[in-house]
């Protein structure tokens, strides 16, 4: 689909020169059509990184989207101008009396802490229970499956004794599921994570089923069976040197880290790793946006949603 975003968002230049469809926003404004709202609560440290990561899955289709860029309120982050967020970025208050289409909920480097230590954890959760009524589909990534997990149903993370870190195997558990629709039976995802969910804690909710999971690195994905929310706990969306600079980034901290699993050439850190996942990747979030989102939700946004809530109320 055609990305609407704002004209001067650094990661339009970078989409451009790589074919992805985009559109500027006073272009947007002349087509006949409603736009799919696309939420992205980017709660990674290194939000254009993630942005253009997430825009070029999203792009390069007929439809036209329209993102909207939120962070947490409650938290100031570090590795992001402040001139960059007050330009491209709201936050929950500036979207909480909206509808939206579909939202993505990124990862973020807090995994090791308790849920409710995380410095905007009351902000997360009241976002989380606004999706329920207010979008049709949210996608959780990584730390975010996991925080969807525990607050929705009450699934507990564990800690892992060593990271995993690599590019895995993964299998489709459910035939014929919408969202997994052209995979082939044996696919790869980068996993980067110090934590992990149970099978046996999610077989545990009725509303829940695993649709992917890895041998090695466990459940890939679960969602509700409505699939109005979508846990995932890789990162498809990464590039193919993500995983390198964060093996890079620690080893200059001095850091034990393992050389990440099945993603070297020969397992050799000093050769340029491949992306082997970049085709499933694609399938992934297109077929959420057009399965999950797109064929979900009606042309009148407000009208559904009223009807929504005014159901949950009687």
Known sequence: MPIKIPDNLPAKEILNQENIFTMDESVAYHQDIRPLRIALLNLMPTKETTETQLLRLIGNTPLQVEFVLLHPKTHTSKNTSVEHLEMFYKTFDDIK?????GMIITGAPVEQMEFEDVNYWEELTQILNWSKHNVTSTLHI????????????????F???????????????????????GFDEVFHVPQSRHTDIRREDIEQCPDLEILSESEESGVYIAATRDGKHIFVTGHS???ACSLKWEYDRDVSRG????I????YPNNDPSRQPYNTWRA???????????????????FELNANINESLASSQL
């Open 142 to 157: 990584c730390w975010a499956a996991q925080a969807g997990l525990y607050h929705h149903f009450g699934v507990r993370k």
């Open 260 to 263: 990440p699993k099945n993603y």
């Open 255 to 258: 850091l034990s880290i393992e």
């Open 97 to 101: 009396d909206e509808k939206l289409d």
């Open 237 to 239: 969306e990464y590039d």
């Open 280 to 298: 499933h990747a694609n399938l992934l979030f297109s077929n959420w946006l057009n399965y999950y989102v797109y064929q979900e939700t009606p």
């Open 159 to 181: 800690a892992l004794d060593n990271k995993m870190f690599g590019v895995f195997p993964h299998t489709v558990q459910v035939p014929n599921t919408k969202l997994l629709r």
